[in-house]
């Protein structure tokens, strides 16, 4: 059901709806409309808390229904009902009342979605001409992913990838290392001796990380072991959540009686007190004989914002980096997600020394190459004619032309920055707001917004555990003074020069 489907359901219900009214009217023969009134409460949402956390948390929550004293309202997944749940459902609820008099209770539901079964899904037809719709298929099936569900007694752990699995796993000289200690971390049996613990991965976005260490958890729960697979954000939300309802003990045994941790995404694991769980738990599962793997963007030295015992912790196993992708491996990678797109798209041929010149021309990572693909595919059912070199290179100029040339991160910004300004970084992170560390911490906010992918609240937290609201005050300031002040435009630019470097 769509969203104007359901806004009409609900109409339909409180039976208070007039034809002719504006769809923004809220009132209607003295009574107001469900629909306009929640159109508000979102509005306000997205104004009190910033255009970030209104697009994490509230952007796809709808409204289902209004029945005498209750609002139902859905989101697409358990997490998300569970985080506004905890956060914000006594915020919305009050913001309900005042547009909708009398509301008591709000339910608040996940969406199902059913799906078509997957002989449907193989069995859709190729586009057979240009002037056929692609839209309602997707370009490549194959890139979508299938979830096996996180069961509720396994501390609702994020779900696995079914497709990340070691067969499905490219090898190549900039994983061969990786591959090799997480295969023989999972094949470890019960009584065998644990050879890498903790194991910890570090790769820049789209290297196979998270493919890898998710295979590790696939095959130890094929060989019988008690394997939880959590994102930091999932541990951090796990653990709030027990906090909460007075169930932290519970939280924790259940937490270390698995056999294999397997978390992801520590960088963005924060907050003092679940740092220092996250420590308890790392040190009670070792010591204990219990196997962890953890993937990261950077190595543990260089995760600065976690306590300085965790990092211990982490070093003191095996620490593998995956490497960018060597131009072999990306031809096997292009290859593999053609030769997929052909078993449904039949037509579908993409010549050798096209391969070739997108392997060479797209060098970031696995997610671009599988961008490639799309766009290759979505070229010649559209235009009905074979591939050439120019037919590519037109396909794939976005993503040659938007590559990085160096990644940037936060740390080197706050590194350089401060000896530019002869201060040092623990300045500029700490709480002190004398002129002269003021004005290099907002010019190093400024400097990760435009340079960095980061969100504001995760610079925030790289800035001290500052709100997102002060970095874009920082934003927002440096960007008035560089159109007025000559000099200050001349020292970000010198700044941006070296971080290029």
Known sequence: MTSSERLSVIASQTAKTVSGLDSDSSVADGAIQPAAAWDRVKRRLRAEYGEDVFSSWFARLELDAVVDETVSLSVPTRFLRSWIQAHYIDKILGLLSAELPGTAHIALNVRTAVARPPAARDAAPCPKSVGESVAAKPAVPFLRAVET????????????????????????????????AALQVAKAGAADPLPYNPLFIHASVGLGKSHLIQAIAHQSEAQGKRALYLTAERFMYGFVAALKAQTAIA?????????????????????????????????ALIDGGKQVV???????????????????????????????????????????RIEAARAHHANFDVPDNVVAYVAHQVTTNGRDLDGAVNRLLAHSALSGSGMSLETAEAAIRDLVKNR?????????????????????????????????????????????????????????????????????????????????????????????RLLSE
């Open 251 to 283: 939280f924790k045994e259940k937490l270390r009686a698995i056999d294999l941790l397997v978390i992801d995404d520590l960088q963005f694991l924060a907050g003092k007190s679940i740092q220092q769980e996250f420590c308890h738990t790392l040190n």
């Open 149 to 180: 569900p996180a069961r509720e007694d396994d501390l609702a752990g994020s779900p696995l990838d079914r497709r990340m699995s070691f067969e499905a796993y490219f090898i190549g000289r900039s994983n061969a290392l990786a591959h090799a």
């Open 294 to 336: 953890v993937a990261a963007d950077r190595p543990p030295a260089d995760l600065e914002t976690l306590d300085e015992r965790v990092r211990s912790r982490l070093s003191g196993g095996l620490v593998v980096e995956i490497g960018s992708l060597d131009e072999e491996l990306r031809i096997k990678i292009l290859k593999a």
């Open 404 to 496: 990085e040339p160096r990644r940037v991160k936060i740390e080197d910004i706050q590194r350089i920055v401060a000896k530019h300004y002869n201060v040092s970084r623990a300045d500029i992170l700490s709480l002190r707001r004398t002129a002269t560390v003021v004005k290099p911490r907002q010019v190093a906010m400024y400097l990760a917004k435009s340079l960095t992918p980061r969100s504001l609240p995760e610079i925030g937290r790289r800035f001290g555990g500052r709100d997102h609201t002060t970095v874009l005050h920082a934003v927002r300031k440096i960007e008035g003074l560089v159109g007025k002040d000559t000099g200050l435009a001349e020292e970000v630019d010198l700044l941006r």
